[in-house]
């Protein structure tokens, strides 16, 4: 059935379009009983105001969206309700788009975000080459945060982790535990997180130890299949040059390389240790507990709503900000085992 019209309320109540208006917007300015009568015929009719068109016709929307790499992973599910408080404590709603790693897909998550004029995005890129999408939306005053990256420029707030410290605290943990042939399961690496982490690895294996050897297994994506394959690549090489230890770009590549490895009668940390990336909830709770860099997951979401929120109600006068924390290395059974 068709909603009522505002015009159908105005002629329904015996008052013009203006007095309806005031009535749904500025209620003290009309008289009490005209008010009423308005109001009267709003229920009588069914009438529900299209909050939507009038928010877009004032040039402020009251939907923010946040565009992830992965909506399965969990470390975006907790960047996410982190957002979604302060957004909603704002009077705003959050809604999420997935790019799945998959630049075509972001950049038309992108259009139809500024054709619906959102009142602000935050976004996760796939890759660094954004820069035109993001620079239309600025146009169009639509504020941008990028979240878990930093923006490398002063004209867009960011929010993110040292993810080169956090390479550097995985691969420093394992040297320390006695392996010296170690890899990195993680990508693609046009993902700026996948190569920050594994530079960080790198830098540390090279200041620390110049005869240890880091081997790189690349996987098209983020995930637990991701890591699974990255572990098969691993344990087709000899015993001999196979590496002894492996650093994930993230939790699901780790549960990954878990799974595989125990499936083929691998013990870990016996013969292969792990370590992860994120600190999900999983990581904890696996069939052996995975030691992982950790993120403050729900922190990030909730720093780069705040910062969105400033912008889109400072204006000019909004001084942006680059936000980067610290990541933690939690040591789990996975890789809590010295090699003599």
């Avoid at 994120?278 to 696996?286: C, N, Q, V, Y």
């Amino acid at each position: 059935m068709a909603t009522a019209s505002i015009k159908e309320v105005a002629r329904h109540a015996g008052v013009s379009l203006g007095t309806v208006s005031n009535v749904l917007n500025r209620p003290n300015t009309v008289a009490p009983a005209t008010r009423q009568r308005v109001l009267d015929a709003i229920a009588e009719l069914g009438y529900v105001r299209n909050d939507s068109a009038r928010q877009l016709r004032a040039g402020q929307s009251r939907t923010v969206a946040i565009v992830v790499l992965d909506v399965a992973n969990p470390f975006f599910t907790d960047v996410v309700h982190g957002a979604e408080q302060v957004i909603e404590e704002a009077g705003a709603m959050l809604i999420v788009c997935n790019s799945g790693e998959d630049s075509a897909r972001e950049r038309r998550h992108l259009e139809l975000l500024e054709e619906q004029r959102v009142r602000g995005v935050l976004i996760t890129p796939v890759a660094h080459g954004l820069q035109p999408n993001l620079e239309r939306l600025h146009s169009r005053g639509i504020p941008v945060v990028l979240v878990d990256r930093g923006s490398g420029q002063a004209s867009r707030c960011s929010v993110a982790v040292d993810d080169l410290l956090g390479g550097r605290l995985a691969m420093e943990h394992l040297l320390d535990q006695g392996h010296r042939r170690i890899a990195y399961a993680g990508g693609p690496f046009s993902i700026p997180q996948v190569a920050d982490r594994h530079a960080g690895a790198a830098a540390a294996l090279s200041e620390r130890d110049g005869d240890a050897e880091l081997r790189v297994a690349t996987t098209s994506s983020l995930t637990v299949g991701g890591g699974r394959r990255a572990a098969e690549e691993l344990l087709a090489l000899p015993a001999g040059p196979r590496p002894t230890a492996v650093i994930c770009a993230n939790d699901l590549i780790a549960l990954g390389v878990l799974q595989q490895l125990t499936e083929r009668g691998l013990r870990v940390p016996d013969d292969v240790a792990i370590v992860g990336y994120d600190d999900i909830e999983f990581a904890g709770a696996a069939a052996v507990p995975l030691s992982s860099v950790r993120q403050p997951r729900e922190q990030l979401g909730r720093t780069a709503a705040l910062l969105l929120l400033e912008e889109a109600e400072g204006g000019l006068a909004h001084r942006h900000r680059h936000v980067v924390f610290q990541p933690e290395l939690v040591v789990r059974r996975s890789s809590d085992h010295r090699r003599d």
